[in-house]
């Protein structure tokens, strides 16, 4: 600060010199997300609060009969759900998410990218429950950072099945088909005795062939969900385990794989200029992401490591 004149800088009161410290760029992408994170914290209480002052004014404007009436409808549908997703647990279509990727080394399994994944399950959680459909959700690997995770955002009361085995512990591997973008065959239909595998996966720049060398040591199916079905600009597209989940829910009900992404993926990525899918970066989390760009070398030991891995793991 100048002093009166423009003269000489004067100390501030209370304040101490500290030298600069330049941050890393791990450091300012952790110090943004810091941010993102306290600023949608912030949003959701302020949300929260507004509906919960509206729905005092409506119970206000109501008679003592009306609000009797309107409770107890709440009841109901509260009761009606509940028996869905218990429905849904013991009969509906299996469907897994390995999260055995969360655990392990923190400078590779960064914490941002587990609070990233806690947040897509919360999401895909809540269209559980807003579907018709009928799944069983299973969360394998649930234990370490991720299960405390989920346990402190509420999962210990969902309606699906915790896991703190692995995937290959809890289920055997001749039922298992694990999805994922760089599977040989795309999926046709869904069958009643297969669990779909969706791999626990977040990562910022995502990695190619991560999820098929896992199914690889695992020795199990893999297929890809027909993105073909629809014009995209990216064919390696990489949808969240939440939007994954939805397209499940939105195949049983409409019976059509187009009708199914078209429906599921977010309407903000949808390339309305020709009816195909847009790869955006940003808003809830990234709804999809497209893989970063490899070398023609780089590229082609990709192709031979995702040839092996399908061998490997029994092609289609």
Known sequence: LQGPGGGEPKDVPGEESRPFVRLSKQEKRQLKFERKRQAA???????????KKSRADRLRAMTEDERRELKAQERQAKTELQQRLKEGMASGQRVAVDMSFCHGD????????????????????????????????????????????????????WFVHRHSEPLEEVFSKEELVYLTPDAPCELDTLRKEDVYVIGGIVDRTPKKGVSMTRAAELGVRTARLPISEIEVKNKGL???????????????????????????????????GNG????????????????????????????????????????C
């Open 41 to 51: 914290r912030e949003l959701s209480q302020k949300n929260n609060k507004r509906q």
């Open 106 to 157: 923190p400078a590779v399994n960064k914490p941002q990218e587990v609070s990233s994944l806690v947040k897509q399950l919360n999401y895909g959680y809540s269209g559980l429950k807003r579907s018709t459909a009928s799944v069983s959700l299973h969360l394998t690997s649930y234990n370490g950072e991720v299960g405390k995770l989920l346990d402190n955002g509420g999962a210990s009361n």
């Open 238 to 272: 990489i949808l969240n385990v939440d939007t994954v989940l939805q397209v499940i829910q939105e195949w049983q009900r409409l019976g059509s794989w187009s009708a199914a992404l078209y429906a599921a993926v977010p309407t903000r990525i949808i390339d309305k």
């Open 276 to 315: 195909g899918l847009k790869v955006a970066r940003g808003g809830r989390d990234e709804e999809a992401a497209a893989p970063s760009p490899e070398s023609s070398h780089q590229q082609e030991e990709v192709e031979k490591r995702d040839a092996a891995a399908a061998a490997a793991a029994g092609g």
